[in-house]
Nanobody
Framework: QVQLAESGGGLVQPGGSLRLSCAAS????????MGWYRQAPGKQRELVAT???????TYVDSAKGRFTISRDNAKNTVLLQMNSLKREDTAVYYC???????????????WGQGTQVTVSS
């Protein structure tokens, strides 16, 4: 089985920083794209940032210039450095990986359990 374990959420004041980490483990053959999504109360889950195996990144407009996504392919980990946090960044953040399990023919999406980020004074 494949598991995505997130860490790094918490409470931070506006303007502060947090770093989220996600490690994928289990019977993994290959990982394609890794990314972070978030869901605020009463809102749909939205993409925050993604990073492909070769390092190509995408960001939601509200995260550009403030968030940085990175990954370690050897360790199957993805990080999200969040700076200049705003109250509207408050949400549950979910790690996502598009990966192929050992013995599988296809890539499939996998999700972490989510980690709460609260930006408040």
């Amino acid at each position: 089985q494949v598991q995505l374990a997130e860490s790094g959420g918490g409470l931070v004041q506006p303007g502060g920083s947090l770093r989220l980490s996600c490690a994928a483990s289990g019977s993994i053959f290959s990982i394609n794209v890794m990314g972070w999504y978030r869901q605020a109360p009463g809102k749909q889950r939205e993409l925050v940032a993604t990073i492909a195996t070769g390092g190509l990144t995408t960001y939601v407009d509200s995260a550009k210039g403030r968030f940085t996504i990175s990954r370690d392919n050897a360790k199957n980990t993805v990080l999200l450095q969040m700076n200049s946090l705003k109250r509207e960044d408050t949400a549950v953040y979910y790690c996502n990986a598009i990966l192929k399990e050992v013995g599988s023919r296809y890539y499939s999406p996998y999700w972490g359990q989510g980690t709460q980020v609260t930006v408040s004074s």
